[in-house]
């Protein structure tokens, strides 16, 4: 019965920056991610970031290493994405997805099994 909200899209210049939250209510315990996927039009769904709020690890899409920064807050059942270096490809619609297993998220053959996902929020970036 978890559900998670994302916030904080918009439009931004390329090589601007812009942030993202997200945050789960519900009945979140013990070892959990959460991150982000984005898709773009006539595109996959495509794994950016995901943060483990049990071990504070984070994991990062090859598109998006060095660029964005995914942090988290256990207490508050929160992650934030800091996008930095903004590229118009990186334009689509951010979800977050809240994972239980802490694992199923980092893989393409797993994270379609996953239930808990936002309504998404649109980054756009202009060139």
């Known amino acids: 019965q978890v559900q998670v909200h994302e916030s904080g899209g918009g439009l931004v210049q390329a090589g601007g920056s812009l942030s993202l939250s997200c945050a789960a209510s519900g009945r979140t315990f013990g070892s959990f991610a959460m991150g982000w996927f984005r898709q773009a039009p006539g595109k996959e769904r495509e794994f950016v970031a995901a943060?483990?709020?049990?071990?504070?690890?984070?994991f990062y899409g090859d598109s998006v290493k060095g660029r964005f920064t995914i942090s988290g807050d256990r207490a508050k059942s929160t992650v934030h994405l800091q996008m930095n270096g903004l590229k118009p490809e990186d334009t689509g619609v951010y979800y977050c997805?809240?994972?239980?297993?802490?694992?199923?998220?980092?893989?393409?053959?797993?994270?379609?099994?996953?239930?808990?996902w936002g309504q998404g929020t649109l980054v756009t970036v202009s060139s």
């Open positions: 943060f483990s709020l049990g071990t504070s690890s984070a």
């Open positions: 997805v809240f994972d239980s297993t802490s694992s199923y998220m980092l893989s393409p053959s797993t994270y379609k099994y996953l239930n808990t």
